[in-house]
């Protein structure tokens, strides 16, 4: 086995350990490797280990590396999962098949006038902290409601806990918030704590690290 196929396997038995301890589908979980900063070389061995979801962060980096991958590689899906500005919107929507970041009204009417609006995850600020991208917590009702109103199609709710803390009561908070507000996908979960977020209710894990660097 290739050292990335060996990552991945590792991070695919850790996902369904995780899965099986809490009783869930390990299936129900979407594995997307996040390939910022990385090169098209450590991609394409990911690829050709049999993964096929992928998050970027910014437009500009996804544009240059996957034109080219996608070519070779047509069954590739690609989810947005940085902070996404209004100006690179029709960009990342003819790109992307799925949005994680939506957080504000301008984002999402500048995605609702793309000709395919990709499905979006609408992100929540759990630790209300103040550089970080999402709806604050007040907010979040209204604004589902003028998602689901709108040609954007609701995906589920994505947070990033507070660095430093405890991420578990986070991902339980954010599953309690999909539940009362009858969302069912959550975008939870990062190299440090996939399996606690699977745990809790993940819906798609999102790991750069742990399937990137030995
Ligand atoms: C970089 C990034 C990740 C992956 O982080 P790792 O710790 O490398 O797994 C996940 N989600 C978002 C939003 C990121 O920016």
Known sequence: M??????????????TRAARLARRDPLDVTLIAVSKRRTAEEIEALIVAGQRDFGE???????????ALRALYPDVRLHMIGRLQSNKVAEAAALFDTIH?????SLLDALAAAPHPPPAYVQVNLGEEEQKGGVALADLEAFLAVVRASPVALAGLMA???LGLEPGPFFAFLYELARRHDVTGLSMGMSGDYSTAVMLGATAVRVGTALFED
């Open 2 to 15: 290739t050292a990335a196929a060996t990552r991945l396997a590792h991070v695919r038995a850790e996902i």
């Open 57 to 67: 962060s910014r437009v500009q980096e996804a544009l240059d590396k996957w034109p």
């Open 101 to 105: 970041s939506l957080d504000r009204s």
């Open 160 to 162: 990033i806990p507070p």
